[in-house]
């Protein structure tokens, strides 16, 4: 089965994590400093914090901003189910802003209609790995003094204006789960500029425990302090080690990526029942999806077909608010007609590193004979 997408290991990365396997810290050391400095240095950020996973993050970020009991946040349904617990998690509320038909992100003039006196942030999430149009989201923020946190769980190696996604915001977090551009098994990483965030977020990760010079004085050099309510929420060294081989190799994977978008954007154009995706001229993908459109009533059958013929698609997302959960706990009226339309049409087609020539030749062959 070619899979929707996957990791790519290679020797380098096995080599790096047996090499951090023999050091003496295999967590809290100095690896975990070293892969914050790339990830900062690669997205043009002052800071990053690493972090266990991509959800984890968003909850960090949600919870530095003083995310609360009776403040809203706007985000998108079409996003994986972390972009709206965040905000539950910090006791917040949050609030559905419909999709862009074309580009499949959260819309700003759904993000307008969204505003309350309880509105607080803005969750912008980089569907596939296509940017939003942050200079947008950006103006409506700062008219209306709210903080923008971007979930670029699928966009890292993407570009918005010819700046790195992950330095444009107060915000941006990022997800090194095994299907994402880069990996670290398990992980996640916040970026800002912000240096205050940056000191509530390393707290918040760690137990909310600090090492004062008062009390080491007082106390004994071992000592440290619980200052406020954190998690644990670290990655260790050696996942660190393995994201610091992966990011060296980062714009090699995104460029297949991109490269394998190109082909199917040539490829299936023909194809009368098909959307392709839409690019936008503002931002370039990092391709953590390749999204196609295909007729609602034939969606399942096709899904079925091209797994029968070793073809892993994918579906992405089940609006947020149509869960269980949320239904039973006051979205039971929520309707957003753009993405519930786009979730009935969607397919996944592979689009990563490990997709061969040969694969995406057989891919194209299959499609064409299914889609025609």
């Known amino acids: 089965m070619i899979p929707y997408s996957t990791q790519c290991i290679e020797?380098?990365?096995?080599?790096?994590?047996?090499?951090?396997?023999?050091?003496?810290?295999?967590?809290?050391?100095?690896?975990?400093?070293?892969f914050e400095e790339k990830v900062a240095?690669?997205?043009?950020?002052?800071?990053?914090?690493?972090?266990?996973?991509?959800?984890?993050?968003?909850?960090?970020?949600?919870?530095?901003?003083?995310?609360?009991?009776?403040?809203?946040?706007?985000?998108?349904?079409?996003?994986?189910?972390?972009?709206?617990?965040?905000?539950?998690?910090?006791?917040?509320?949050?609030?559905?802003?419909?999709?862009?038909?074309?580009?499949?992100?959260?819309?700003?003039?759904?993000?307008?209609?969204?505003?309350?006196?309880h509105t607080k942030?803005?969750?912008?999430?980089?569907?596939?790995?296509?940017?939003?149009?942050?200079e947008r989201i950006h103006e409506i923020a700062k008219a209306n003094h709210l903080t923008v946190i971007e979930d670029a769980a699928h966009a890292i190696g993407a570009v918005y204006k010819e700046k790195k996604i992950g330095s444009l915001s107060d915000l941006t977090v990022f997800s090194f789960h095994p299907v994402?551009?880069?990996?670290?098994?398990?992980?996640?990483?916040?970026?800002?500029?912000?240096?205050e965030l940056y000191e509530q977020l390393k707290?918040?990760?760690?137990?909310?425990?600090?090492?004062?010079?008062?009390?080491?004085?007082?106390?004994?050099?071992?000592?440290?302090?619980?200052?406020?309510?954190?998690y644990n929420y670290r990655l260790s060294d050696v996942q660190c080690a393995l994201g610091i081989s992966q990011i060296k190799k980062l714009d090699r994977l995104v460029a297949r990526r991109q490269e394998i978008a190109k082909i199917y954007d040539f490829e299936l154009q023909s194809l009368s029942d098909v959307i392709l995706p839409k690019q936008s001229q503002d931002g370039v993908s990092a391709y953590?999806?390749?999204?196609?459109?295909?007729?609602?009533?034939?969606?399942?059958?096709?899904?079925?077909?091209?797994?029968?013929?070793?073809?892993?698609?994918?579906?992405?997302?089940?609006?947020?608010y149509k869960n269980s959960y949320y239904q039973q706990n006051g979205y039971d009226d929520v309707y957003?007609?753009?993405?519930?339309?786009?979730?009935?049409?969607?397919?996944?087609?592979?689009a990563h590193y490990k997709v061969s020539d040969n694969n995406l030749d057989y891919i194209i062959e299959v499609a064409k004979k299914l889609l025609k």
């Open 11 to 34: 020797e380098e990365d096995i080599q790096a994590v047996t090499e951090a396997l023999k050091k003496e810290y295999l967590t809290g050391g100095p690896t975990v400093n070293e």
């Open 41 to 117: 240095q690669y997205v043009g950020a002052k800071y990053a914090v690493a972090v266990s996973s991509g959800t984890a993050a968003l909850h960090a970020a949600c919870a530095v901003i003083g995310i609360q009991k009776g403040d809203e946040v706007i985000t998108t349904p079409n996003t994986w189910i972390s972009s709206a617990n965040a905000v539950l998690y910090c006791g917040g509320r949050p609030v559905f802003a419909d999709i862009d038909p074309d580009t499949y992100n959260i819309d700003p003039c759904e993000i307008e209609n969204k505003i309350s006196r």
């Open 121 to 134: 942030a803005i969750i912008a999430v980089h569907y596939g790995g296509q940017p939003c149009d942050m």
């Open 180 to 195: 994402k551009q880069m990996t670290t098994c398990e992980g996640g990483m916040i970026t800002t500029n912000n240096r």
């Open 203 to 230: 707290l918040f990760r760690a137990y909310g425990m600090v090492k004062t010079e008062e009390k080491i004085l007082q106390e004994g050099p071992w000592f440290s302090e619980q200052m406020s309510l954190g």
């Open 288 to 320: 953590h999806l390749y999204p196609i459109q295909v007729p609602a009533d034939k969606r399942k059958k096709l899904y079925m077909q091209f797994r029968e013929e070793g073809i892993g698609v994918g579906v992405h997302y089940y609006p947020v």
């Open 336 to 350: 957003c007609k753009a993405s519930e339309q786009f979730y009935q049409r969607e397919l996944t087609l592979p």
